[in-house]
C-alpha cells in the first residue's frame, strides 16, 4: 500500500486526464525513466520533486501518476544520486529505458495459480533492478517477464526466495497456442491424516469435555500435516512484507492453539487445506476446457 493511502492524505481517486509535466531546463540534458509502483497520486508526486529538485546535476523532472513513471533529464555520469534518493524516500524505482531495449522471457511457475501468488511475485520482482514490465498468466501458470540483458539470473533467485521453482519456456513452445500447461499433482494422503486427525481432536475434546493432552497431539499432527505448505507460505510473505491470505491464515491458526482452542485450530487450517485444493483443481479443470477449445480450432 502506498504511504499516501496508509495515511489517508485526500487523494482523489478521479482518473487523471493529464500527466505533471516539466519541460527539460538543458537541451543537452540525458533521459532516465523510471517505474515507480508506489507513486500514484499528487502527494507523491510532492514529495519526490522535493527530494530531487535539490540534487545538483538534476535539470527537470516529469512525472505521469497514471502510468506511475517518471522522467528524469540530468546531466550526471551516474544516476546512483537519483536511485539513492528515492530509495531513501521509500519509492520503488525501476528503469524501464535500459529494459526497453532488453528481451522478454516467458517462465512456467508451477506453484503459481491465484492472485495472492501474483502479488507476492509482483511485489519482489518490482524492486529488481531492470526488469521493466510482467504479465501474468494464472491460467497457464506462466509469467511473461520483459528485463534488461543480464537480469533473468535475478529475478530466477528473486522467485526461489519465495518459494517458486521457475522454467524458461522454450520460444517453439510458447509459438504454440495448444501448449500444455503445467500441472502439479495432489497429494492427497497428508490431507487425509489431517482431517482425520483434526475430526479426532474435536471427538476426544468433547468425551473429555475440555483440552486433554491427545487434543493437543491430535491437533498438531493435523496442522503440521494439512497445513505445513500453509505455514510456509505465510512465513514466506511475512518476510516480504506481504500479509496475504496464507500469512493471515497462519497467524489466526497459531493465535488459536495459543488461547488453547486446539481443535478449532486444527479443523481450521484443515477446512483452509481443502479450499486451496479444490481451487487448484477448479483452475486445472477451467486450463482443460481451453484448451480443448483451442484443439478444436
Not at 74 to 85: D, R, W, Y
Not at 142 to 162: E, M
Not at 206 to 216: A, E, P, T
Request: charged share 15%.
Amino acid at each position: 500500500m502506498s504511504e499516501c493511502a496508509s495515511k489517508q492524505c485526500g487523494c482523489s481517486t478521479a482518473p487523471i486526464i493529464q500527466a505533471t509535466t516539466q519541460a527539460p531546463l538543458a537541451t543537452g540534458s540525458a533521459q532516465a525513466v523510471y517505474r515507480i509502483e508506489n507513486m500514484d497520486c499528487p502527494t507523491e508526486e510532492a514529495l519526490i520533486r522535493s527530494k530531487l529538485a535539490g540534487l545538483a546535476g538534476v535539470a527537470s523532472l516529469e512525472f505521469n501518476l497514471m502510468q506511475r513513471t517518471l522522467a528524469v533529464w540530468h546531466e550526471l555520469p551516474s544516476l546512483s544520486p537519483v536511485e539513492q534518493a528515492l530509495k531513501a524516500i521509500g519509492m520503488q524505482a525501476v528503469r524501464m529505458d535500459e529494459a526497453s531495449a532488453g528481451q522478454t522471457t516467458k517462465l512456467s511457475i508451477a506453484k503459481m495459480d491465484c492472485p495472492t501468488e501474483e502479488a507476492l511475485i509482483r511485489n519482489k520482482l518490482g524492486t529488481v533492478a531492470g526488469v521493466a514490465d510482467l504479465d501474468f498468466n494464472l491460467m497457464q501458470r506462466t509469467l511473461s517477464v520483459r528485463h534488461a540483458d543480464g537480469v533473468l539470473p535475478d529475478v530466477l533467485v528473486a522467485l526461489q526466495a519465495l518459494g517458486f521453482e521457475a522454467q524458461v519456456v522454450d520460444k517453439a513452445e510458447t509459438a504454440s497456442p495448444s501448449a500444455s500447461p503445467v500441472t502439479t499433482p495432489t497429494n492427497w494422503w497428508p490431507l487425509g491424516i489431517s482431517f482425520v486427525t483434526a475430526s479426532a481432536a474435536e471427538a476426544v475434546y468433547w468425551f473429555h469435555n475440555g483440552n486433554h493432552w491427545s487434543v493437543v497431539v491430535l491437533a498438531l499432527v493435523a496442522v503440521f500435516t494439512g497445513g505445513l505448505s500453509t505455514y510456509k507460505k505465510g512465513w514466506i510473505a511475512l518476510k516480504n512484507r506481504n500479509l496475504n491470505m496464507n500469512a493471515l491464515m497462519s497467524i489466526a491458526v497459531t493465535g488459536a492453539m495459543l488461547i488453547g482452542h486446539w481443535p478449532e485450530a486444527a479443523m481450521v487450517m484443515v477446512l483452509f487445506a481443502l479450499a486451496e485444493v479444490i481451487e487448484a483443481k477448479s483452475l486445472d479443470r477451467a486450463r482443460n476446457a481451453i484448451r480443448g477449445l483451442l484443439d478444436l480450432t
